[in-house]
């Protein structure tokens, strides 16, 4: 019997392309199968091979070069490289997909993504947009919703909430038809493989029918109950193209046309002031319109699938309308949240628990205490908390205690009556609880009031009541309170500095805030946030600064990176920033500039002397990682190295570990390879080891 040895990178590939072969040769040819995951036993070709004579059938051309490199494939040996393509079976799932969906498109390599998108493609699904992403990447976009894999369902970072598997690749035509004629099959077999292939391409068709007029009969029943709503509903994209405009609207509006989905906003809006307000893409914002001889209530709000405005005629919105404009002078007034949930950046765990906790306290009407250090973002947290909170619609309020002398905080607090002070204003003046009423109250720096201050905020958060300076009337108020401090309010309750039952009023909610040195993992993801937010997305970032800034402990946390990045981005003098840019020592406290060879940098300043490249903590443990990788036979990438480094308490991500290596490879320590060799080990990284 003919034999065929395949080999493949994977043991999932393996089993994949063994399927596919034993169903085109029914039995007439045996098949060896061999993975590099799971290690060749001797030379391929070789007596006791079980390929002795036989063809060997290669999944790719890293497979080839590997067996080549290792000694384990003779060149005269009888090969085929297999050409891959997408498996046929899952593609109703991809074709189901809007156009212009951005998809995230994950496999092993570079290359190998590169393939497979090209051949997606060629068969015409070619009108979405696919992000490459394979391990050692940066993190994806949060915004991309659907990943799309070739069997590598493990390799799929966290964000996307929607995996589409299409299997492991399998042989294309061409392949499978060479194969067929090197065996002597080609005659008797290509008739059954070409009945075998259409009828796979026939049944993802039948699918796709059945969808389709599944996705026809949901269409006809939404669209009768957004025609029943009370409201008028309008969907629109980015260029202004309607796609959804009901009933209701279509007479609120007085629109003529039956179907106005296609047009554009300016083409079926007369109002200019409403056409301004719709075009304006800035979150969710609510307006009050005069059209005919009705008030309208707009609301508009952003989705992933475009803009969408609601509709309500003064009929039945006459208290809503007040609010809106309550809402307005809140805006007008400063008295809003500038910063929602998607605000908080990271994906180290210490950051997602955080973001856990404060998601829930959002949904409450807890009175919350966040502990964190000075520069870890309290006041973000604060503001994300009121926007995702039922109070989202009435004020916030962010009050700096620490700013302000103890007489001002109590009349800025409290409010005061006319005559209360010297200086005070004729008719008196309204506090910020008074301002805050229905809404939220932040109050920062709240450990260093006095104890006359504290006796009054208890008397807030216990009986809701406030009594301004000089007053003799208490006001009922509706406030939530969020306080923060940096400091251990506990150990300044038990010293006598700070009342104790207020402490424990305060903490009903606790939140604490993780500083950045816990979370170094992060920084790649917040270099890329400040960027964008200063405009400079499109500036490159100099790979040795993620190694620079791991090893530097940040005592001005989020605050002092972000102001470190705005003085690099002002300085610098090329198209990226780099080591050159950091600021001269002393610039921040206890920064440290590493010496560089940068003209007029710090190299020169001390004379030039360069010190001799060092090997921190995090190099020294991804060494001896790398060794207990190779001994034990396992690749070792940057996705794995990384959940190592987790688990030994370092926050490593893929990109850092991604950056220490390159560094460590300048060094002469460690060498990496293209395919499943990964990186590993150089003789001076293991001599490194011995002498470390």
């Keep these: 019997m003919k034999t065929i040895t395949l080999v493949a990178g994977s043991e999932n590939t393996r089993r994949q392309i063994e399927a596919q072969?034993?169903?085109?040769?029914?039995?007439?040819?045996?098949?060896?199968?061999?993975?590099?995951?799971?290690?060749?036993?001797?030379?391929?070709?070789?007596?006791?091979?079980?390929?002795?004579?036989?063809?060997?059938?290669?999944?790719?051309?890293?497979?080839?070069?590997?067996?080549?490199?290792?000694?384990?494939?003779?060149?005269?040996?009888?090969?085929?490289?297999?050409?891959?393509?997408?498996?046929?079976?899952?593609?109703?799932?991809?074709?189901?997909?809007?156009?212009?969906?951005?998809?995230?498109?994950?496999?092993?390599?570079?290359?190998?993504?590169?393939?497979?998108?090209?051949?997606?493609?060629a068969l015409g699904l070619d009108y979405l947009e696919y992000v490459p992403w394979y391990p050692g990447c940066p993190p994806p976009d949060p915004s991309i919703e659907v990943a799309i894999t070739p069997g590598e369902v493990s390799l799929v970072p966290?964000?996307?909430?929607?995996?589409?598997?299409?299997?492991?690749?399998?042989?294309?035509?061409?392949?499978?038809?060479?194969?067929?004629?090197?065996?002597?099959?080609?005659?008797?077999?290509?008739?059954?493989?070409?009945?075998?292939?259409?009828?796979?391409?026939?049944?993802?068709?039948?699918?796709?029918?059945?969808?389709?007029?599944?996705?026809?009969?949901?269409?006809?029943?939404?669209?009768?109950?957004?025609?029943?709503?009370?409201?008028?509903?309008?969907?629109?994209?980015?260029?202004?193209?309607?796609?959804?405009?009901?009933?209701?609207?279509?007479?609120?509006?007085?629109?003529?046309?039956?179907?106005?989905?296609?047009?554009?906003?300016?083409?079926?809006?007369?109002?200019r002031s409403l056409l301004e307000f719709l075009?304006?893409?800035?979150?969710?914002?609510?307006?009050?319109?005069?059209?005919?001889?009705?008030?309208?209530?707009?609301?508009?709000?952003?989705?992933?699938?475009?803009?969408?405005?609601?509709?309500?005629?003064?009929?039945?919105?006459?208290?809503?309308?007040?609010?809106?404009?309550?809402?307005?002078?809140?805006?007008?007034?400063?008295?809003?949240?500038?910063?929602?949930?998607?605000?908080?950046?990271?994906?180290?765990?210490?950051i997602l628990r955080a973001r856990r906790i404060t998601s829930r306290l959002a949904a409450t009407?807890?009175?919350?205490?966040?502990?964190?250090?000075?520069?870890?973002?309290?006041?973000?947290?604060?503001?994300?908390?009121?926007?995702?909170?039922?109070?989202?619609?009435?004020?916030?309020?962010?009050?700096?205690?620490?700013?302000?002398?103890?007489?001002?905080i109590e009349s800025e607090l409290f409010g005061y009556e006319d005559g209360a002070f010297t200086g005070a204003r004729k008719g008196g003046k309204p506090g910020l609880f008074e301002l805050a009423n229905g809404g939220t109250i932040f109050l920062d720096e709240i450990g260093h009031v006095s104890a006359k201050v504290q006796n009054r905020l208890l008397r807030v958060l216990q009986e809701k009541e406030v009594l301004r300076v000089g007053g003799s009337e208490i006001k009922r108020i509706d406030v939530r309170v969020i306080a923060a401090s940096n400091e251990d309010l506990l150990d300044r309750a038990r010293r006598g500095l700070f009342r104790e039952d207020l402490y424990f009023r305060l903490k009903t909610g606790l939140l604490r805030i993780p500083p950045l040195r816990e979370r170094m993992g992060d920084i790649p993801l917040l270099l890329e946030s400040f960027l964008r937010i200063e405009g400079q997305s499109s500036v490159a970032l100099d790979p040795e600064l993620l190694i620079v800034f791991g090893d530097y402990s940040w005592p001005g946390n989020i605050r002092e990176l972000r102001n470190l990045v705005t003085y690099m981005l002002a300085v610098r003098e090329g198209p990226s920033i780099s080591l050159c840019d950091l600021p001269d020592e002393g610039f921040f406290e206890g920064f440290a500039r590493p010496a560089a060879s940068c003209p007029g940098g710090l190299g020169e300043a001390i004379g030039g002397q360069v010190s001799a490249p060092r090997l921190s903590t995090t190099d020294s443990f991804l060494l001896r990682a790398l060794a207990d990788m190779e001994s034990g036979g396992v690749v070792a990438g940057r996705s794995p190295l990384s959940r190592l480094a987790a688990a030994s308490g370092l926050s490593l991500s893929p990109a850092m570990v991604r950056a220490r290596l390159e560094y460590l490879s300048g060094l002469g320590l460690v060498v990496s390879s293209r395919g499943r060799r990964g990186t590993r080990l150089s003789e001076a990284g293991k001599m490194a080891i011995l002498n470390g």
């Design 279 to 350: 075009e304006r893409r800035k979150g969710d914002e609510t307006g009050v319109f005069r059209l005919s001889d009705c008030d309208l209530i707009v609301r508009r709000f952003e989705t992933d699938e475009g803009t969408v405005a609601t509709f309500r005629d003064e009929g039945d919105a006459i208290a809503a309308a007040a609010m809106v404009r309550q809402g307005q002078e809140h805006r007008k007034r400063g008295y809003v949240a500038k910063y929602v949930m998607e605000d908080i950046i990271g994906e180290s765990p210490a």
């Design 21 to 121: 072969l034993a169903e085109y040769l029914e039995g007439e040819v045996g098949i060896e199968g061999h993975s590099l995951e799971a290690g060749l036993a001797g030379a391929l070709g070789n007596p006791g091979s079980g390929a002795e004579g036989g063809l060997v059938l290669l999944t790719s051309s890293l497979v080839r070069d590997e067996l080549l490199e290792a000694g384990l494939l003779k060149p005269s040996q009888a090969t085929i490289v297999a050409g891959r393509t997408v498996n046929p079976e899952h593609l109703d799932l991809v074709v189901e997909l809007p156009p212009g969906t951005r998809v995230l498109f994950v496999n092993d390599e570079d290359e190998t993504v590169r393939e497979c998108v090209e051949a997606l493609s």
């Design 365 to 408: 009407d807890l009175t919350i205490l966040i502990n964190g250090e000075s520069g870890t973002g309290k006041e973000l947290f604060a503001s994300a908390i009121h926007a995702a909170s039922a109070r989202r619609t009435g004020p916030f309020l962010a009050v700096d205690l620490g700013a302000l002398s103890d007489d001002l």
């Design 158 to 271: 966290p964000g996307p909430g929607r995996v589409i598997d299409l299997g492991a690749r399998v042989l294309d035509f061409a392949t499978l038809a060479e194969l067929l004629g090197r065996l002597g099959l080609l005659e008797r077999r290509i008739g059954q493989f070409s009945r075998q292939y259409l009828t796979k391409i026939i049944q993802v068709a039948q699918r796709l029918a059945r969808s389709t007029e599944e996705t026809h009969r949901l269409y006809e029943h939404l669209k009768g109950v957004m025609d029943s709503l009370s409201r008028g509903i309008l969907v629109y994209d980015a260029e202004g193209r309607i796609s959804v405009c009901n009933e209701n609207l279509r007479s609120l509006l007085s629109i003529r046309s039956r179907e106005p989905q296609g047009m554009t906003l300016a083409g079926v809006i007369r109002n």
